[in-house]
């Protein structure tokens, strides 16, 4: 597969656009500030595309799929994300369902309360001088128009908070503390966030294989 895809690369043109292949606006600014300032990033607002159904089974087919999806309506390369929270008492949830616990309206506070109340469930002093271990999982696949595409994850363990703490970062960032830090990663200044989260691991898995393709 390796192979195969950066041979691919040789015989393209070298890009200068990529399509970030996500509607979630924190996702696409994280994404976006990874990636090298001089390359043009479009979002799929920007095209009035859709997202596709995601119906993977784990992290890295729902990130194929939006992959692909993403590059095919566009004719750009895309760099597409799938990632989540995965919470050892909740036997791994919400997981690859992280992002459809803050539906109705992508409502992270209600999703954020709803682990609360599934930690309670489980264990109603599970606030009281006791770590609920948890890890943070990306997946980023970068694909080609012409369907070549290349997967690499990224994770970072740590726990959940008792309480909700800070308004920096998006989605569950307010309740994750990564081992080794005492801040949760909505507490946590942008820049220290970068260097050691889930998709900055990922990015770094797959940056090689893209610096190919680019100018």
Not at 36 to 47: A, Q, V, Y
Not at 87 to 116: C, H
């Amino acid at each position: 597969m390796v192979n195969n895809f950066l041979n691919a690369s040789i015989i393209m043109k070298k890009i200068s656009k990529i399509i970030i292949g996500t509607h979630n606006r924190g996702k696409f600014k994280e994404i976006s500030d990874l990636l090298p300032s001089n390359l043009s990033k479009i979002s799929p607002w920007e095209l009035k595309l859709p997202s596709p159904e995601e119906v993977g089974l784990t992290f890295k087919e729902n990130s194929e799929i939006k992959a692909k999806f993403f590059s095919k309506n566009s004719d750009l390369l895309c760099i597409s994300d799938d990632s989540g929270l995965e919470i050892k008492l909740l036997n791994g949830d919400p997981g690859i369902y992280s992002a459809r616990w803050a539906e109705p309206g992508n409502n992270f506070n209600n999703a954020i309360i709803k682990v609360f109340k599934e930690l309670e469930k489980k264990d109603p002093n599970w606030k009281i001088n006791k770590k609920i271990e948890a890890n943070f999982i990306c997946c980023l696949s970068i694909c080609l128009p012409n369907g070549k595409i290349i997967s690499r994850e990224g994770k970072i363990n740590g726990s959940i908070s008792n309480s909700k703490r800070g308004i920096n970062g998006f989605g569950y960032d307010p309740i994750f503390i990564p081992d080794g830090y005492s801040q949760t990663f909505g507490e946590m200044e942008q820049k220290l966030k970068y260097k050691i989260d889930h998709r900055s691991k990922a990015y770094k898995n797959i940056e090689k294989f893209l610096f190919n393709l680019l100018i």
